[in-house]
């Protein structure tokens, strides 16, 4: 049956969440911007204490959790992403690995301090184009250890992983360069590994308060065990191959999450504008026809239009993940469709409240700056458009590149 | 709890809908639009799937299915992709049942309703648009007003569909500023029926322009008597509809630029190798799903009885730029051949324009 009511504890969990985002996350939001690489103990602590009493990882992620991220987000992207936990890591761990690597390396998230968990993909020389990566992992035979070599960058969370706290990154390595996506293998390693270091953390345009790191890989040693899946390399001729169809499990996974954060950054923006003109006493007049609109009006309309054309894929991805649905198809479209959106909204709100939007005296032009994230990690606009139009022509990587 | 699977029995009506769509209205909708004609056995054969018996109640003798705005959407979306004019003919008689059953007096019910039910094909339309750019539904230029124990109806309206062959018209008119409906027998005095009208699209379907002067209707011909009607609900179930048929339109361009430009060759390869192509492709897709999925909440509302102003609103709005643009891209996709009547994309674009000008043309 199609159905768009909540349960009555998806909307408790959402109505916490915005409340939450009201009276403790939006007061501290001007600062973490602007003190980029300060932590906000208190929030984490808090946030910490919050997930001990029933947080769950990225995976299994329903409707409600979506929801309530998108709330987290309305009060701030960049605090959101700040959330102790196991994170993009931990959804690696759970999609790839056994189930002693589960309780083996989530265990953490679930005692003693806040702990973090990462995901290292990109480098350098390659970002969406994953299967190029130059980051080495060689099987020592004599100790049974993997060496791994290389430079990871834009690891979300990679500081807090590895230096912050006793948590993880799960890093992306070719066992064999020559097998391309097949040679491509995750691999866990643990804070406080010799050889793995934080080279440097960037200064970014938005989402400030989250740190994105680069992690050296230098001789770094980490236990056989420690690889996610088999170390096999099964050479396919065409399509994708097992290890990598994981970290695309994984994306199918996050990539509607992404779409969430985006629309709360969306909703945030446009609640400001429709506060702004109700507090000059300018109605938005739904229902009339376009031509007796004013501009105005008629802006906010197709702004609120197209949030609701993402809010609705991005539900029905999640909704699908949680039904055990295959879900690539939704998924990209959610999250291409959501990274659209967010940006538009927030620019266009900018341009609307005009002297309001571009001044730092109110969140607005923080908002367009922290939105545009949404657009480009977890894949970009464009490489999420290329998998929806893969799918819908029917299209292997070889027939559309 | 939030789902976007569709019921077994909606289902089911989906898949009865396309049988037909795809063993009747794609053989001839090419030829319908050319002619201007659409088979009467395609109608009657339409007729007989009940669309619109099965929900009238049956103490008028109906079917006594459940009335759902999103079962109807569901519906309008197969009929559309099939074809948009024969889509308006077949569910036309709904533009005056479904205000019937849901706002008619017992009288109104008693007096109308059973005439739905017959063997044959119902032609029975409403007049809502009128001929001017600033054409705005809850602030008509046709007036009601009352007269010796009755109303008097003057204006002028257009694209109403059916109107030569119709013996029941529901006429919309400003009654002291609000918008109520009159229900019009054939042959009242003052009730002029003109020319068939020639439109860019939906050229199969027989729409006319109506003339009303001093049209005497009696009291009792007001819908929903001396309450009135929900003429907000009634414009919402009809901003449902059409978005719905938008997406069936859409999507019917979108899978033939798809397929086609799988086919076309150009510098070795399948045009839709090509990403400025195959990106195009992509948000076509997007935007006709997201479309679908606004429009199913908005109806999802409706059946709830909730007022779906804003959600039905902002799906016909999103609705119109998306039928325009999926269309105007299946063209591009085309390049020189979607220009050409051989191909069926212009028929999709003409009639994909007419979006944002159908107000009350359908109904669920």
Redesign the interface.
């Given at each position: 049956?199609?159905?768009?009511?909540?349960?009555s504890e998806e909307q408790a969990v959402i109505d916490a969440a915005h409340k939450e985002a009201v009276e403790v996350i939006r007061p501290l939001s001007r600062y973490y911007d602007e003190h980029e690489h300060e932590s906000p103990k208190d929030l984490i602590a808090r946030s910490w204490q919050q997930q001990a009493q029933g947080g769950g990882g990225i995976l299994g992620l329903g409707?409600g959790a979506s929801l309530r991220i998108l709330e987290n987000c309305w009060g701030d992207a960049g605090l959101m992403l700040v959330a102790p936990g196991s994170g993009l890591g931990g959804a690696a761990v759970l999609t790839s690995g056994t189930q002693e690597q589960q309780a083996k390396f989530l265990k953490r998230f679930a005692e003693g301090e806040p702990k973090w968990g990462a995901m290292a993909m990109t480098e350098p020389g390659c970002g969406s184009d994953t299967a190029a990566i130059q980051t080495t992992a060689v099987l020592d035979t004599e100790t049974n250890e993997w060496v791994l070599n290389g430079e990871k960058i834009f690891i979300t969370g990679g500081q807090r992983s590895m230096e912050e706290s006793d948590g993880l990154v799960v890093v992306w390595a070719t066992v064999d360069r020559t097998a391309g996506r097949a040679g491509m293998k995750p691999f866990v390693v643990e804070a406080g590994t010799p050889g793995a270091h934080i080279d440097k953390v960037e200064n970014k345009l938005g989402i400030r308060a989250s740190d994105t790191a680069t992690l050296i890989l230098d001789n770094c040693r980490i236990p056989y065990e420690n690889i996610l899946g088999s170390p096999e390399v099964r050479r396919v001729d065409s399509g994708q191959t097992a290890g990598f169809k994981r970290a695309m499990a994984t994306f199918d996974a996050t990539r509607p999450i992404i779409a969430a954060m985006a629309l709360g950054v969306g909703r945030a923006s446009l609640d400001f504008v429709k506060e702004a003109l109700e507090k000059e006493g300018i109605p938005i007049r739904?229902?009339?026809?376009?031509?007796?609109l004013t501009a105005i009006e008629r802006d906010v309309?197709?702004l609120?239009?197209?949030y609701?054309?993402?809010l609705?894929?991005m539900?029905?991805a999640v909704?699908?993940m949680s039904?055990f649905q295959p879900n690539s198809l939704?998924a990209s479209?959610a999250k291409?469709?959501a990274g659209i959106v967010v940006t538009r909204i927030t620019q266009k709100a900018v341009e609307m409240m005009g002297p309001l939007g571009y001044s730092r005296k109110y969140l607005l032009e923080k908002w367009m700056r922290d939105g545009k994230i949404n657009d480009i990690f977890e894949g970009t606009g464009?490489i999420n458009?290329?998998i929806?139009?893969?799918r819908?022509?029917d299209?292997t990587r070889e027939?559309?590149? | 709890?939030?789902?976007?699977?569709?019921?077994e029995e909606?289902q089911m009506i989906v898949n009865m809908v396309k049988e037909f769509v795809n063993d009747h209205v794609r053989k001839v909708y090419r030829e319908c639009d050319e002619s201007g004609e659409i088979p009467s056995n395609i109608i009657d054969t339409a007729w007989d799937l009940g669309f619109i018996t099965s929900s009238i109640p049956e103490e008028f003798q109906g079917l006594g299915g459940e009335r759902s705005a999103?079962t109807g959407t569901l519906i309008a979306e197969e009929l559309a992709w099939g074809d948009l004019s024969m889509a308006m003919h077949i569910l036309c008689p709904s533009l005056v049942a479904t205000p019937v059953v849901e706002m008619g007096t017992d009288e109104q019910k008693k007096q109308h309703l059973p005439s739905f039910c017959g063997d044959k094909f119902k032609a029975a339309t409403a007049a809502l648009i009128e001929p001017r750019?600033?054409?705005?539904?809850?602030s008509l230029q046709t007036t009601a007003r009352r007269d010796n124990g009755g109303y008097l109806l003057n204006g002028e309206k257009c694209y109403v569909p059916l109107a030569a062959d119709a013996d029941l018209f529901l006429v919309y008119a400003n009654e002291g500023g609000n918008t109520q409906g009159f229900i019009v027998e054939k042959g009242t005095p003052g009730l002029e029926v003109a020319e068939r009208e020639k439109n860019m699209g939906i050229k199969a379907l027989a729409t006319y322009e109506l003339s009303l002067k001093d049209c005497k209707v009696p009291r009792e011909n007001r819908l929903g008597g001396d309450a009135g009607c929900d003429f907000?609900r009634i414009?919402?179930l009809s901003k449902v509809a059409l978005s719905a048929m938008a997406v069936g339109v859409a999507r019917a361009a979108f899978e033939y630029a798809?397929d086609y430009?799988?086919e076309r060759h150009a510098f070795g390869e399948p045009i839709?190798?090509r990403?400025a192509i195959?990106?195009m492709?992509?948000?076509m897709?997007?935007?006709i799903?997201?479309?679908r999925?606004?429009t199913?909440?908005a109806a999802?509302?409706l059946d709830r009885n909730e007022n779906a102003?804003?959600?039905?609103?902002?799906?016909k709005?999103?609705a119109d730029d998306m039928a325009i643009s999926v269309t105007n891209n299946a063209v591009q996709v085309l390049g020189g051949h979607g220009y050409i009547r051989d191909h069926p994309v212009e028929l999709w674009f003409r009639n994909g324009r007419g979006f944002?000008t159908f107000?009350g043309m359908a109904i669920v």
């Open positions: 049956m199609i159905d768009f009511e909540l349960t409707v739904y229902g009339l026809p376009r031509h007796k309309m197709e609120e239009a197209a609701k054309a993402a609705m894929l539900l029905r909704w699908m039904q939704e479209m291409a469709k464009q458009m290329l929806v139009a893969r819908i022509l299209y027939e559309l590149k | 709890m939030i789902s976007f699977s569709p019921s909606q999103l750019f600033d054409f705005d539904p809850a907000g414009l919402n798809r430009a799988k839709a190798s990403q195959a990106f492709l992509a948000e897709a997007i935007d799903d997201a479309t999925l606004m199913w909440e999802w509302k102003t804003k959600e039905a609103s902002l799906a709005m999103y944002a107000d």
